[in-house]
């Protein structure tokens, strides 16, 4: 089935440190969402995409969509301590039907304050 | 509280055995989805549910079942459980039929 590749797996960054993360594919995808799991929740939506070239911000979270539609990357500026968590990207792969999401493994963050 | 309330929160059983996961959705939301959680399998969808009719199926075994009621609340049924089946079981929901689903908390599943 289709895949996502997420990287990195896990990184470590001080406080005040700017993130990035992405997510790939080796197929189109035609939605891509990011989600953030705290420990013992349920994934949160955080970010949605639905066009490709597409760049979104919520609050210091920026996502883009990939222009070939097999890539997106997630971004957060000065980052503080409740940003530690896992962040998932998540995507809708064409023919999938309905609105079933297929997720990455997930980018581990851990803030150092 | 995300308001998708999922009971229990953990749940130890043998192998062999059955269990039944409930999912209460968000107040209106009329979409429910179950996904799977395991340490080496990340986020699988197992099946979906509109208004009490299934929607669309994922990676699902057939030693599992779900379905939704009229009152829209939803139950994961998982029977000859093994080992394997060990992970965490989340459902989400959303008004309609679109991607930004709320998740509830998860239920834990533990079979020895």
């Known amino acids: 089935g289709q895949q996502l590749n997420q990287s990195p797996q896990s990184m470590f960054i001080q406080e005040g440190e700017d993130v990035s993360m992405n997510c790939t594919s080796s197929?189109?995808?035609?939605?891509w969402l990011w989600y953030k799991q705290d420990p013992g929740e349920g994934p949160v939506l955080l970010i949605a995409?639905?066009?490709?070239?597409e760049l979104t911000s919520n609050g210091r979270l920026t996502a883009q969509f990939g222009i070939t539609r097999k890539d997106s990357f997630l971004n957060i500026s000065a980052s503080i301590p409740s940003d530690v968590g896992i962040y998932f990207c998540?995507?809708?792969?064409?023919?999938?039907?309905?609105?079933?999401?297929?997720f990455g493994k997930g980018t581990k963050l851990s803030v150092i304050p | 509280d995300s308001g998708v309330t999922q009971t229990p929160k953990h749940l130890i059983t043998a192998t062999g055995q059955r269990v039944t996961l409930r999912c209460s959705p968000r107040?209106?939301?009329?979409?429910v989805y179950w996904y799977q959680q395991s340490l080496d399998q990340g986020l699988q969808f197992l099946i979906q549910?509109?208004?009490?009719?299934?929607?669309a199926k994922g990676n699902i075994l057939e030693r599992f079942s779900a379905q939704q009621f009229p009152d829209l609340h939803s139950e994961l049924n998982l029977s000859s459980l093994e080992l394997g089946d060990s992970a965490l079981y989340f459902c989400?929901?959303?008004?309609?039929?679109?991607?930004?689903?709320?998740f509830g908390s998860g239920t834990r599943l533990t079979v020895v």
């Open positions: 549910y509109y208004n009490g009719e299934e929607r």
């Open positions: 998540a995507g809708q792969p064409p023919g999938a039907g309905s609105y079933q999401l297929t």
């Open positions: 197929s189109i995808f035609n939605t």
């Open positions: 995409l639905y066009k490709a070239g």
């Open positions: 107040s209106g939301d009329l979409s």
């Open positions: 989400a929901s959303s008004p309609w039929l679109t991607y930004g689903y709320t």
